[in-house]
């Protein structure tokens, strides 16, 4: 089972930011929080992860709660070619990932 | 970036017949790939994991019999549906580890059997 807690669905206006939440309360020290996408019909493509330091790329930043139990995914300014399904995943790394159901993201014109 | 691509991209095949699709890692050599299934509106679920040089382990459920996996090279794993029925219809994903931390999945094969 996914170790991990998301909104089925969130929408969002072009342009603007996507904040997308993910709660994982029972992560473990060695494990990390990964992002991944699965536009329709494609591989889920890598976003971002961190253990512990929030963290930025070209594509988005990874904001990780202190305590660890919860984390957000921003994309800073949303283009309708973001609209996909959003998975948080914890993993110590060099194991089989785990996918929930994710997040569908939306974003409107 | 880390690219990982998948061949054939799409296959339609009778059923009976053996079907072959190949996961490569193009920028990285990958000593463990992973191969999922994802069946429509469904997540996907891992199917095996693929060790070059060792034999691959199969998930509860996931015959190995069936689904032959080959990882002869820190490059390539193939992965085999033999005697493909209609029920094993379904999106392949292949994903490929590059450093122990972080994984990169191939764009996926549909595969239909008639």
């Known amino acids: 089972d996914a170790k991990t807690t998301q909104p089925p669905s969130m929408d969002c206006a072009e342009g603007r930011a996507a904040n997308l939440p993910c709660n994982h309360s029972?992560?473990?020290?060695?494990?990390?929080v990964y992002w991944y996408r699965q536009i329709h019909s494609q591989g889920p493509q890598y976003i971002i992860h961190?253990?512990?330091n929030n963290e930025t790329n070209e594509m988005a930043s990874l904001i990780i709660t202190e305590d660890r139990k919860s984390s957000t995914l921003i994309l800073p300014h949303a283009t309708l070619r973001d609209t996909a399904v959003y998975y948080c995943?914890?993993?110590?790394?060099?194991?089989?990932?785990?996918f929930g159901k994710g997040t569908r993201l939306s974003v409107i014109a | 970036g880390a690219v990982v691509s998948q061949h054939p991209s799409w296959v339609i095949c009778k059923s009976g017949t053996s079907v072959k699709i190949e996961c490569r890692s193009l920028?990285?050599?990958?000593?463990?790939m992973f191969w999922y299934r994802q069946f429509p509106k469904q997540s996907l679920m891992l199917m095996a994991t693929?060790?070059?040089?060792?034999?691959?382990?199969?998930e509860q459920g996931v015959e190995k019999d069936k689904f032959l996996i080959n990882h002869a090279s820190l490059t390539l794993s193939t992965l085999t549906v033999t005697s493909a029925h209609p029920e094993d219809s379904s999106f392949y994903i292949c994903?490929?580890?590059?450093?122990?931390?972080?994984?990169?999945f191939g764009p996926g094969t549909r595969l239909l059997v008639l």
């Open positions: 994903s490929a580890d590059r450093d122990g931390e972080t994984q990169y």
């Open positions: 029972t992560i473990s020290g060695n494990e990390y």
């Open positions: 961190g253990l512990k």
């Open positions: 995943i914890v993993d110590s790394g060099n194991t089989p990932l785990v």
């Open positions: 920028d990285f050599q990958a000593t463990t």
């Open positions: 693929s060790n070059e040089g060792s034999k691959a382990t199969h």
